[in-house]
């Protein structure tokens, strides 16, 4: 079985990873929708970026947070064309409550 190699499509410059991480003082979608939106505005003006400088953004919550997902927030400020995701993050006993990142 032959391989081919991976093709560029397009140029890309310099890509950073950034991580970031908050807490939200209830479970509700008003309090994860506001905690989202700082964090991530936060972190766009921190590192003078702009929406075409994001390529993906990955989040991680506890398990205590279910009302709904920070990239239904993230959307909400304008990354609906960006790529979201939020995998499952695993139970630590010494891990705090209330907390994701991203």
């Known amino acids: 079985m032959t391989q081919s190699p991976?093709?560029?499509l397009h140029e890309i410059g310099t890509i950073t990873g950034l991580r970031g991480a908050t807490t939200c003082?209830?479970?509700?979608?008003?309090?994860?929708?506001?905690?989202?939106?700082?964090?991530?505005?936060?972190?766009?003006?921190?590192n003078e970026l702009a929406h075409d400088d994001v390529v993906?953004?990955?989040?991680?919550?506890?398990?205590d947070l279910t009302s709904t997902f920070p990239a239904t927030a993230a959307r909400g400020?304008?990354?609906?064309?960006?790529?979201?995701?939020?995998?499952?993050?695993?139970?630590?006993?010494?891990?705090c409550r209330g907390a994701y990142e991203s």
Do not use: H, Y
Request: hydrophobic residues 35%.
């Open 6 to 8: 991976l093709r560029c």
């Open 77 to 95: 400020i304008g990354f609906g064309d960006i790529p979201c995701s939020a995998p499952a993050r695993l139970t630590c006993p010494d891990r």
């Open 25 to 46: 003082d209830e479970d509700t979608p008003a309090a994860i929708e506001d905690a989202t939106q700082e964090l991530l505005r936060a972190m766009m003006d921190r």
């Open 56 to 63: 993906s953004v990955i989040f991680t919550t506890t398990r």
